[in-house]
Every structure is written in C-alpha cells, then in structure tokens.
Nanobody
Framework: VQLQASGGGLVQTGGSLRLSCTAP????????MGWFRQAPGKEREFVAF????????LYSNSVKGRFAISRENDKDTVYLKMNSLRPEDTAVYYC?????????????????????WGQGTLVTVSS
C-alpha cells in the first residue's frame, strides 16, 4: 500500500503549513493513521495519531498545542495542520497507516507499529 503525502515546503518561523496524505480507499477507512518526522541525522519520531473516526488524537509533547491532525474518510485523506512553526520542526514528514481489526483503536506511537508508509514531504522552517 502506498500513501501519497504533499504540502511540504519552505516557511519562516511562526508560519503555518498543512500536509495532506491520501491512501487507497480499500485500506484508509479501516486504518489508524499517524504522522512521523525525521530530521537529518536523527531517528524518525512520532508526531501525531488519529483514530478511524477522528474522535481520538494523540500528539508528541514537542508539537502539542501547535499541530492538529484530522482526516476526511470520504476523501481517503489525513491532514496535519502545523502552526507556529519553529526551525526545530524542520524534517521530512511521513504519514503512516496501521491497518488493523476494527476493535483495535490504538493509539500507536512507534514507527514499527505502522504497516504502510508514504514517501515523505520536506518541511523547512527558516529562522
């Protein structure tokens, strides 16, 4: 399964961006979704999680209060709205899906818990 992420770019400190990620219809509606990021020379880290119906979300402490994850199941798309961006938010951002049974509602915060990934989109925040 291949996810398609978009929306990255260059932004100044304090600016905003919205990332989008589209998944194949046959998997998206039953998948728990997450966003991760990886800065140069660092390990991939968890950013945000969202349940199937969007009713449950979870954020890393570093982005809580600034980022918001959401999804539109009728468009097979998950979003990450990023506000008050900082230079330390600079990274390649990846969306990921966890295709699981319907009684499993997560949350999942580890990369190896996700079963399929997008190709990543680069976010650069200038100071």
């Amino acid at each position: 399964v291949q996810l398609q992420a978009s929306g990255g770019g260059l932004v100044q400190t304090g600016g905003s961006l919205r990332l989008s990620c589209t998944a194949p219809r046959r998997t998206f509606s039953r998948s728990l979704m997450g966003w991760f990021r990886q800065a140069p020379g660092k390990e991939r880290e968890f950013v945000a999680f969202i349940s199937r119906n969007g009713g449950s979300t979870l954020y890393s402490n570093s982005v809580k209060g600034r980022f918001a994850i959401s999804r539109e199941n009728d468009k097979d798309t998950v979003y990450l709205k990023m506000n008050s961006l900082r230079p330390e938010d600079t990274a390649v951002y990846y969306c990921a899906g966890h295709d699981t049974i319907l009684t499993d509602n997560g949350p999942y915060t580890r990369a190896n818990e996700y079963t399929y990934w997008g190709q990543g989109t680069l976010v650069t925040v200038s100071s």
